[in-house]
């Protein structure tokens, strides 16, 4: 079997790279910076922050060094941003918009999200559909929505969203949003891949014994579970070698009951780390400032 990239095709056309690298966490701008440029080399095209996440104009300084040194074009890669919730509303959204395509020094983004359902999100995304309309902004999507905040969501807006990034992992399988979503047209996208730091995925013999019998890791079976499933995964680290393993993902295939043992796993959303069901992790979003 062929070891190549796996795309989907977004509601806009465009071709999306089902596995990415994610930035979440990485605040030194070196070792943020450095990482993107091992990515690149690695082959990963799709990269994915956000404003909340401080670390745009790294991965931006990254991207222009790898296209200044003819590693990549820009028309290869697929970037994603997310406004923060500090700016959902029409004319703060415009703002945002503008400072991250500032911040990444690129004239446009390959994907734009709301990061969460919170304050005027329908507001912000007035700003995002014209940013799109303008070609600033190639697709709009969401992240954090639930299945029902979706579904209200795309049935009240003019430009459906592209993708929604949430939590998808074996132990939070979200089978009722992946349904939504497939319906709606809407494409899966996964942050905490692996679990996000939790679970202790690497010590579960179940997955041990089903990574032996590919000749792989848990962290490439976790990953191929999801893309097998139709979900973009967009795996972290700082470390080299890791982040070659990762994109080493695309020369196996898990059984359909090796599929079914993993997602058997699911604890369902209580141990789920974004909260917007609980009063006191929203106030504690909301609060959360990225700018004066």
């Known amino acids: 079997m062929k070891n190549e990239m796996e795309y989907v095709t977004l509601n806009t056309g465009a071709k999306m790279p089902m596995e990415g690298f994610g930035v979440f966490q990485v605040t030194d701008y070196e070792v943020c910076k450095q990482s993107v440029l091992n990515a690149i080399k690695t082959g990963y095209r799709l990269f994915d922050t956000a404003a909340v996440y ?23 890669l697929f970037i994603t941003s997310k406004l923060w919730v500090q700016d959902m509303d029409y004319e703060s959204a415009k703002k945002g918009i503008e400072r991250s395509l500032e911040n990444l020094g690129l004239e446009y983004l390959d994907l734009y999200l709301l990061h969460q359902a919170l304050r005027d999100y329908f507001g912000a995304y007035r700003a995002m559909e ?12 969401t992240s954090n929505f639930y299945p029902n905040i979706l579904t209200n969501f795309c049935e009240t807006v003019d430009v459906k969203p592209a993708v929604n990034q949430i939590e998808l992992h074996p132990y939070f399988t ?7 979503m497939k319906y709606y047209g809407v494409i899966p996208e996964a942050w905490a891949p692996l679990g996000g730091g939790r679970y202790q995925p690497f010590e579960n013999e179940m997955l041990k014994e089903i990574a032996a019998t590919h000749g792989k890791t848990v962290g490439q079976v976790m990953l191929r579970w999801n893309t097998q499933r139709g979900v973009v995964v967009i795996p972290k680290s700082t470390h080299k070698e890791r982040i070659e393993e990762n994109f080493d993902i695309w ?10 043992k993993i997602s058997s796993m699911d604890m369902g959303y209580g141990d789920s780390r974004t ?7 929203v106030r504690g979003v909301l609060k959360v400032k990225i700018h004066d």
């Not at 745009?56 to 300084?61: C, N, T, V, W, Y």
């Not at 014209?130 to 999507?141: Q, R, S, W, Y």
């Not at 979200?174 to 939504?180: I, K, P, V």
């Open 54 to 76: 401080g670390n745009e104009k790294a991965l931006g300084d990254a991207v222009k060094e790898a296209i200044d040194s003819g590693i990549v074009t820009r028309e290869e």
């Open 130 to 141: 014209e940013a799109h309309k303008a070609g600033k902004l190639k697709a709009i999507g």
């Open 174 to 180: 979200q089978e009722d949003a992946l349904e939504t």
């Open 251 to 260: 020369d196996f295939t898990l059984t359909e009951e090796e599929m079914k």
């Open 275 to 281: 909260k917007h069901f609980d009063p006191e992790f």
